[in-house]
């Protein structure tokens, strides 16, 4: 049996390896910075609005704090692997149109070292590039209109491995590395209609850096209830991006070629709290907060042209009876909302976001196993009808496998 666990393992891994440069989206806000930047979130925080600093289980992988991965059981194995399909309506000046993407999101395994060492690992994704669309203008004093092309595709991922520790049965510290990786391709093409020559401009970046990462959760039992308290903490780091670029005409001439130059690009420091309240084994309420200094950071060489971003998350979960007789009294329904800024600006405007989630968590009959499906429905952009808006609807499940693994039958 352990043979064959491990083989699925290995399995999935190889899988997941495979898709990680197929994430999906159809956002034109992706070609800005080092694209959408995403949830560090599996399935439960999918569906409480992403929130999960706080939050600890013996059930389910918590990548958003490494101290809670101590909090599995000892004799368990947890593994999560999950996917995403993300519909976008696109909308500007009257005219809209829409797009459908799906994606491999992540996998992590989870497990108990010692009493008080957990240990987790997997694989995340950091950003997402996905963008096809064209615009036309006008040359000023030339009485000329040209259009031009955008289309970008891939973003950057992360491997992950960390380890958490119980100071004692209130206190739990945890710290993380992540490997950092991954490829964005960007393709602008010029056109003139009056038959002159344009340009295609095609760049590639590639990035390669170590993330550290340090939490902490503060657990304060209060009678069958408890209120937990959580932080987390990665500083700047330089991604290693480095460049190759082409610039030639449309009639194929070239002009300019450069390949594997170096360019200073940094993923901003991040800060995040959270709190969370259980009320016995019925109820979960969450909620986090979370900053990055992207003003101080440089992309591409250039400082200053990016903006601080922040993001409020927050999310419930109710379990009418955990161990109870029917089905639907032993589901988990969850509930969540969260509210932020991106690190771009469209004429001299912040984007926002924001984001309604539910979902819910299907137990499996015999062991501790969920199957896990969560819904985003939200917006990102301008009011404005002027200006671009996106509508969104993001679909995701996920599988939380929980086993035991280091339990050793006498029969077979």
Request: overall charge positive; glycine content about 12%; charged content about 15%.
């Given at each position: 049996?352990?043979?064959?666990?491990?083989?699925?393992?290995?399995?999935?891994?190889?899988?997941?390896?495979?898709?990680?440069?197929?994430?999906?989206?159809?956002?034109?806000?992706?070609?800005?910075?080092?694209?959408?930047?995403?949830?560090?979130?599996?399935?439960?925080?999918?569906?409480?609005g992403?929130?999960?600093?706080?939050?600890?289980?013996?059930?389910?992988?918590n990548?958003?704090?490494?101290?809670?991965?101590?909090?599995?059981?000892?004799?368990?194995?947890?593994?999560?692997?999950?996917?995403?399909?993300k519909?976008?309506?696109l909308?500007?000046?009257?005219?809209?149109?829409?797009?459908?993407?799906?994606n491999?999101?992540?996998?992590?395994?989870?497990?108990?070292?010692?009493?008080?060492?957990?240990?987790?690992?997997g694989?995340?994704?950091?950003?997402?590039?996905?963008y096809?669309?064209?615009?036309?203008?006008?040359?000023?004093?030339?009485?000329?209109?040209?259009?031009?092309?955008?289309?970008?595709?891939?973003?950057?991922?992360?491997?992950?491995?960390?380890?958490?520790?119980?100071?004692?049965?209130?206190?739990?510290?945890?710290?993380?590395?992540?490997?950092?990786?991954?490829?964005?391709?960007?393709?602008?093409?010029?056109?003139?209609?009056?038959?002159?020559?344009g340009?295609?401009?095609?760049?590639?970046?590639?990035?390669?850096?170590?993330?550290?990462?340090?939490?902490?959760?503060?657990?304060?039992p209060?009678?069958?209830?408890?209120?937990?308290f959580?932080?987390?903490?990665?500083?700047?780091?330089?991604?290693?991006?480095?460049?190759?670029s082409?610039?030639?005409?449309?009639?194929?001439?070239?002009?300019?070629?450069?390949?594997?130059?170096?360019?200073?690009?940094?993923?901003?420091?991040?800060y995040?709290?959270?709190?969370?309240?259980?009320?016995?084994?019925?109820l979960?309420?969450?909620?986090?907060?979370?900053?990055q200094?992207?003003?101080?950071?440089?992309?591409?060489?250039?400082?200053?042209?990016?903006?601080?971003?922040?993001?409020?998350?927050?999310g419930?979960?109710?379990?009418?009876?955990?161990?109870?007789?029917?089905?639907?009294?032993?589901?988990?329904?969850?509930?969540?909302?969260?509210?932020?800024?991106?690190?771009?600006s469209?004429?001299?405007?912040?984007?926002?976001?924001?984001?309604i989630?539910?979902?819910?968590?299907?137990p499996?009959r015999?062991?501790?196993?969920?199957?896990?499906?969560?819904?985003?429905?939200?917006?990102?952009?301008?009011?404005?009808?002027?200006?671009?808006?996106?509508?969104?609807?993001?679909?995701?499940?996920?599988?939380?496998?929980?086993?035991f693994?280091?339990?050793?039958?006498?029969?077979?």
């Amino acid at each position: 049996m352990q043979i064959k666990k491990t083989i699925f393992i290995a399995g999935l891994l190889g899988l997941a390896t495979s898709l990680t440069a197929q994430n999906g989206t159809s956002s034109p806000y992706s070609r800005f910075g080092l694209g959408l930047m995403q949830n560090q979130s599996f399935g439960r925080a999918d569906a409480m609005g992403g929130s999960g600093i706080a939050l600890r289980s013996g059930q389910m992988l918590n990548v958003a704090n490494p101290a809670s991965f101590n909090a599995v059981d000892s004799l368990s194995m947890i593994f999560e692997f999950g996917a995403s399909g993300k519909f976008t309506r696109l909308s500007e000046s009257g005219q809209s149109a829409n797009f459908g993407a799906g994606n491999f999101d992540y996998l992590g395994m989870n497990f108990r070292i010692t009493p008080r060492l957990g240990a987790a690992f997997g694989l995340v994704p950091v950003s997402v590039v996905g963008y096809d669309y064209n615009k036309n203008f006008d040359l000023p004093g030339a009485g000329n209109t040209y259009n031009v092309k955008y289309n970008g595709q891939g973003g950057l991922n992360q491997t992950f491995g960390g380890l958490s520790y119980a100071i004692n049965k209130h206190l739990s510290v945890g710290a993380s590395v992540s490997y950092v990786f991954g490829n964005i391709n960007q393709q602008m093409n010029e056109t003139f209609y009056d038959g002159t020559n344009g340009l295609i401009v095609k760049t590639d970046y590639s990035a390669s850096a170590f993330l550290p990462q340090i939490g902490v959760q503060y657990k304060y039992p209060m009678g069958k209830n408890q209120i937990s308290f959580g932080a987390t903490y990665q500083p700047k780091v330089n991604l290693g991006f480095k460049v190759d670029s082409t610039v030639y005409t449309t009639d194929n001439t070239s002009l300019k070629s450069v390949s594997s130059v170096p360019v200073l690009t940094e993923l901003a420091g991040q800060y995040a709290l959270g709190v969370a309240y259980q009320y016995g084994d019925k109820l979960i309420a969450a909620l986090d907060f979370s900053a990055q200094n992207w003003d101080k950071t440089k992309f591409l060489g250039v400082g200053d042209s990016l903006m601080s971003t922040y993001k409020v998350k927050a999310g419930i979960e109710y379990t009418p009876s955990q161990y109870g007789r029917y089905f639907v009294s032993r589901v988990h329904y969850r509930l969540g909302g969260n509210y932020g800024t991106s690190n771009f600006s469209i004429a001299g405007k912040q984007i926002k976001n924001y984001g309604i989630t539910f979902g819910v968590g299907l137990p499996m009959r015999y062991n501790k196993t969920l199957f896990n499906i969560a819904v985003e429905t939200g917006k990102m952009g301008f009011d404005s009808g002027e200006m671009l808006k996106e509508n969104y609807t993001r679909i995701s499940i996920n599988l939380a496998i929980n086993e035991f693994w280091f339990f050793k039958r006498k029969f077979e």
